[in-house]
């Protein structure tokens, strides 16, 4: 048995289950142990284990105002959906990753763990995207948009975004990983440093895209406000303080999404292992700060919520309807 990166790993097993720092030396069968130490706590894993039962709790609230909620079955707001439940499957991630950890040490948990936090991580950045091109979409095209052929569209991209992040989950299971390599891992065992490289590019390639997606909506948005400004011979008052609030709103999405993943891009870039925390807690942010600026900003979403908390929400309760620009 070693101790390294705070935790206790077994050297027989090729699987470090704190997903620290890869082990120094050789990995011998030989040295299989029956029984393994208990671990030290880090209080860092007990910071992430809370996170994630914070995660799972926001995001169930908004699965369940969603799902009692009829005018909530929008287009629109089955993204908003599609991104609560992987939220969601974030904070269950966290907390079955505490329990491979130090309640039930497991390689095949370990490697579940990782294949269910990297599913819902990827769909969880994929819907945000989804979430910005319907944004784009029924602003460009806001005289001809339809529900009804969004409806279909919106499926559509569900499916291949749920679609193409199970097939990533199922990596780590499917030799994507370090456990014959343990010299290879990376911060965020079991996968390796190669691995990590390949998903930091894809964060910062979904961030680019993104970029361009809201800069595109602020300029059609500004362009708009400014129309309805120059209809009522107001000047330009009205439209600049429009504009502006939607800057502010676009700007708030941009700046969350930024905080929480360009670190983990930048970090698993720089192609040497650091902590496996500085990874996870801003990523476990990013789905902490997701129902907050896409669902619970929305005040008739604010509205049901309390209705639910005090019992008192029925199917006859009237909602006004919503645009997607409203979410």
Partial sequence: ???????WKSTGMGLALGWGDAQNGSVQSSELRS???PLPLDPWDVVLCVSGTVISCENAAVLAVLAVTPTFHAPTFLLV???????LLVGLGLILRFSSIYLVPSEALGLGTAGLLLTAFTASVCTVLAIAAERFVSLHHALTYSSVRAGGRTRLTLLLTWGASLCCGLLPALRWNCVRDPSSCGSIRPLGRHHLAALSISFLAAFAVLLQLYAQICRIARRHAQHVAAQRHL???????AACRGTATLALTLGAFAACWLPFAALCLRGHRSSAHLLLLPAAAGSILNPLVYAFRNSELRRVLRALCCGCCSATMSFRSQTPSEV
């Fill in 81 to 87: 959906g599609s991104l609560a439940a992987a939220d």
């Fill in 1 to 7: 048995m070693h101790r390294d990166g705070g935790h």
């Fill in 35 to 37: 029984t393994l130490q």
């Fill in 235 to 241: 000047a330009g008052q009205a439209g600049d303080g």
